[in-house]
């Protein structure tokens, strides 16, 4: 992602050029719960927010967050609502993205968070106007000179996630650099112009400095019908993405896999790779919750 300034976005590019990027499924992607799961994830194929994939055995690992959004509040010990540039609100200008992200947009509730995105001129603090405001959290700062609130360095990824059915919408499940510079970023999802096929990214540095990235996709899906749990498996020497409990994309390359404190984001952007029609004037991406394992 970028910061200030409109730095270059790898999600730009992706958004750009899905054709050109390297497609890498490690199951047949049907749309169907077929496919393995590898010993060290439980759970069963086609499970929903209610259940958990959590990793195995459990004395090997310990749950280090664990947000299950009760109560009417977002825990502002674990999160916050902005990009760590946050100024009265934010967005990624890099993806050309059409939202200013607000805390307004974001609330708790029946037990979900949900970020909201609507057709409504805002102003931003750099002084562009978006013609969407839109909803996000990050375990990341408050603002450019802060801390952040939470950084993790390998682990167990997991959200239960309802995406929103309205086009035009990015909802996106991520991990970036405390450093505030990517890549690398790992995408554990994202949907780009579609609703049922979600992708899954990592984006990495080559030797040369050039950026790279890989892909996998999962779908045909109807993921705006209800909950599915989006989960990544992330150690030292391999990336493994989850569906449902399913893995669908396995990286291996250890230059490809991020080695840095990292944060959690979940967001939902608006246009990109394109607009929404204008019979849309609002969408809504629901949470269950979130959680994080690390190894002891």
Known sequence: MNGPGGRRSLRQAAALALS???????????????????????????????????????DEWRLVLNDEFDGTELDDRTWTTCYDWNKDGCT???????????????????????????????????????????????TGR????????????????????????????????????????????????????????VSMYVHWRDADGDEERQRGTYGPVDFPAEFHVFGLLWEADELVWYVDGVERLRVTDTERIPDVPMEILLNLAVGVPKAPPESVDTARMHVDWVRVWEQR
Do not use: H
């Open 92 to 138: 990624n200008s890099g993806n050309d993205e059409l939202q200013w992200y607000l805390p307004e947009q974001v609330s708790v509730g029946d037990g979900e968070l949900t970020l909201t995105a609507e057709r409504r001129e805002t102003r931003g603090s750099d002084d562009d106007s978006y013609p969407w405001t839109s909803g996000m959290v990050s």
């Open 20 to 58: 050109s990027v390297l497609l890498l499924t490690a199951a047949a992607c049907t749309g169907t719960a077929e496919g393995t799961r590898p010993a060290g994830i439980t759970g069963e194929a086609g499970i929903t927010g209610e259940a958990s994939t959590g990793p195995t055995p459990p």
């Open 142 to 197: 408050d603002d450019w000179y802060a801390e952040p609130r939470r950084t993790f360095t390998y682990g167990y990824f997991e959200a239960a996630i309802r995406i929103p059915p309205e086009e035009g919408m990015f909802p996106a499940f991520w991990l970036m650099p405390a450093s505030r510079f990517t890549p690398p970023e790992i995408d554990v999802m994202e949907f780009l112009d579609t609703t049922r096929q």
